[in-house]
């Protein structure tokens, strides 16, 4: 099973999430730092597409590890928000094709 860790100590703010995405999911250098950018590099982990550093297997799931979720949420709420809308919207997307969500948000 897949997995990237996203540290929430270091996801202070939007520019901060974003730029950890970056480096966690191995987004391409024209990754537009916004929610429907990631919501797109994200949404083909599964196709090979080079939007993100993950190439899953049809049912494979990518395991979302958010460290020190409870300082997210306490310190920076609309990044918690932003993560959960961008797992939801990818997964939803895959689950109107029929298909396995692929992402699986895990709060630590």
Do not use: W
């Not at 996203?6 to 520019?15: A, C, I, P």
């Not at 982990?45 to 899953?56: I, P, W």
Request: one cysteine or more.
């Amino acid at each position: 099973m897949a997995s990237v860790i996203l540290d929430g100590r270091k996801l202070t703010d939007m520019n901060a999430f974003h730029r950890e995405c970056e480096l966690a999911f191995g987004l391409p250098d024209f990754y537009g730092r916004n929610i429907s950018a990631l919501i797109d590099c994200l949404s083909g982990v599964r196709d090979d597409d080079g939007m993100s550093r993950f190439v899953l297997a049809p049912d494979e799931v990518l395991d979302i590890e958010l460290n020190d979720a409870s300082i997210v949420s306490h310190e920076a709420p609309a990044v918690l928000a932003a993560l959960e809308d961008t797992v939801d919207e990818v997964n939803l997307r895959y689950g109107e094709q029929g298909k396995t969500p692929p992402l699986r948000l895990v709060l630590l």
